[in-house]
């Protein structure tokens, strides 16, 4: 019977002895997945990312490799998520209250959604085939008064938020939405593309899609390839648009995370702190609307030294995730 046993199987069947106790969840785990969902996915991505680059250097992406990189991922997250969980402390926090909420509140949040959407299908309406210069170049000018009202309506939630705890967890949704609607501006305009290198890249990955392996295999980019080529096996999506999306939306999603619980343990007594989110915008973000990954590493650099202040052990997995993704940004994560 031992002899019929393939590579998949031998894995398989050695999980749950060498890793048996992963499996055995407790209320630790339990809690720290209900309490941080996002940080548990950002460290699901980064185990990802460290394994199935793994898998690509020694062996491939073809079927094989990509159900071997989410066993053995999946392994090692939760193996990460019982350690963290157990060294986790948890604010005590009153509960999120919709009640709480005014009318008022209602009618602002309502606003920016409106107003924010508008602005999207401004940007829609102009999106370009053109070798554009910039993307600002065909976007009309009442584009910029749309955005302007929004991100005030969104000073203004930020503000009224100080003692209410509701309105404060709603303005985190908001913040990541105007982020993701600050990073993706190029993404929509540009109907082919933005850049050079994502074509590169994504040419690449479609030969690794089709023949499981693309030589030479550097250790570098090794991260975004196999993180994108896996989920794009497990979902269908398009290579291109996964490729597209993968920097502006983890970004939009983990970066207002991240600046949170830095904020909350440096600015807790700050009734705007929520301000800091805005004003980190004014920063130049530019590597963060294009998905290359020397960009996907630098955001990974930037999120390891945000955890660095509060997670060191999610700090170390993202940062070996930087290293696999593209080592410039990789090495000084790990410094």
Same mark, same amino acid.
């Given at each position: 019977?031992?002899?019929?046993?393939?590579?998949?199987?031998?894995?398989?069947?050695?999980?749950?002895?060498?890793?048996?106790?992963? /499996?055995?969840?407790?209320?630790?785990?339990?809690?720290?997945?209900?309490?941080?969902?996002?940080?548990?996915?950002?460290?699901?991505?980064?185990?990802?990312?460290?394994?199935?680059?793994?898998?690509?250097?020694?062996?491939?992406?073809?079927?094989?490799?990509?159900?071997?990189?989410?066993?053995?991922?999946?392994?090692?997250?939760?193996?990460?998520?019982?350690?963290?969980?157990? *060294?986790?402390?948890?604010?005590?926090?009153?509960?999120?209250?919709?009640?709480?909420?005014?009318?008022?509140?209602?009618?602002?949040?309502?606003?920016?959604?409106?107003?924010?959407?508008? +602005?999207?299908?401004?940007?829609?309406?102009?999106?370009?085939?053109? +070798? &554009?210069?910039?993307?600002?170049?065909?976007?009309?000018?009442?584009?910029?008064?749309?955005?302007?009202?929004?991100?005030?309506?969104? $000073?203004?939630?930020?503000?009224?938020?100080?003692? *209410?705890?509701?309105?404060?967890?709603? *303005?985190?949704?908001?913040?990541?939405?105007?982020?993701?609607?600050?990073?993706?501006?190029?993404?929509?305009?540009?109907?082919?593309?933005?850049?050079?290198?994502?074509?590169?890249?994504?040419?690449?990955?479609?030969?690794?899609?089709?023949?499981?392996?693309?030589?030479?295999?550097? /250790?570098?980019? &090794?991260?975004?390839?196999?993180?994108?080529?896996?989920?794009?096996?497990?979902?269908? &999506?398009? &290579?291109?648009?996964?490729?597209?999306?993968?920097?502006?939306?983890?970004?939009?999603?983990?970066?207002? $995370?991240?600046? *949170?619980?830095?904020?909350?343990?440096?600015?807790?007594?700050?009734?705007?702190?929520?301000?800091?989110?805005?004003?980190?915008?004014?920063?130049?973000?530019? /590597?963060?609307?294009?998905?290359?990954?020397?960009?996907?590493?630098?955001?990974?650099?930037?999120?390891?030294?945000?955890?660095?202040?509060?997670?060191?052990?999610?700090?170390?997995?993202? +940062?070996?995730? +930087?290293?696999?993704?593209?080592?410039?940004?990789?090495?000084?994560?790990?410094?």
């Amino acid at each position: 019977m031992a002899g019929n046993l393939n590579f998949i199987d031998i894995i398989i069947l050695a999980i749950p002895v060498y890793f048996g106790n992963i /499996f055995c969840y407790d209320d630790s785990m339990i809690k720290y997945l209900k309490t941080k969902p996002l940080e548990a996915l950002l460290g699901l991505f980064s185990t990802v990312i460290i394994v199935s680059a793994g898998v690509y250097k020694i062996y491939a992406l073809n079927w094989t490799g990509v159900i071997i990189s989410l066993v053995l991922g999946l392994v090692f997250w939760l193996g990460f998520i019982k350690i963290v969980a157990k *060294n986790t402390v948890y604010d005590s926090k009153e509960k999120i209250q919709i009640k709480s909420l005014k009318i008022g509140h209602w009618i602002l949040i309502i606003s920016y959604l409106l107003i924010s959407l508008a +602005a999207l299908y401004t940007l829609w309406q102009s999106r370009s085939g053109e +070798a &554009l210069v910039s993307p600002w170049a065909v976007i009309p000018n009442y584009f910029f008064i749309l955005y302007a009202l929004a991100t005030a309506i969104l $000073l203004f939630l930020i503000i009224k938020a100080q003692n *209410n705890k509701t309105l404060y967890s709603l *303005n985190l949704i908001l913040i990541s939405l105007h982020y993701l609607f600050s990073f993706i501006i190029a993404v929509i305009i540009y109907k082919i593309g933005y850049g050079y290198d994502p074509f590169i890249h994504q040419a690449t990955m479609e030969l690794i899609d089709k023949q499981g392996a693309v030589e030479p295999k550097p /250790f570098y980019y &090794l991260g975004q390839y196999g993180l994108l080529v896996i989920i794009h096996k497990i979902t269908g &999506l398009s &290579l291109v648009i996964l490729d597209k999306l993968l920097v502006p939306i983890m970004a939009a999603l983990f970066l207002p $995370l991240a600046l *949170n619980d830095f904020i909350n343990k440096y600015f807790s007594k700050n009734k705007y702190r929520q301000l800091l989110f805005l004003i980190a915008l004014v920063i130049p973000f530019s /590597f963060f609307i294009l998905s290359t990954p020397q960009n996907l590493a630098f955001l990974f650099l930037l999120l390891a030294v945000l955890y660095g202040a509060t997670n060191y052990r999610l700090t170390l997995v993202l +940062a070996l995730a +930087a290293c696999l993704i593209h080592p410039l940004a990789g090495v000084p994560a790990l410094v």
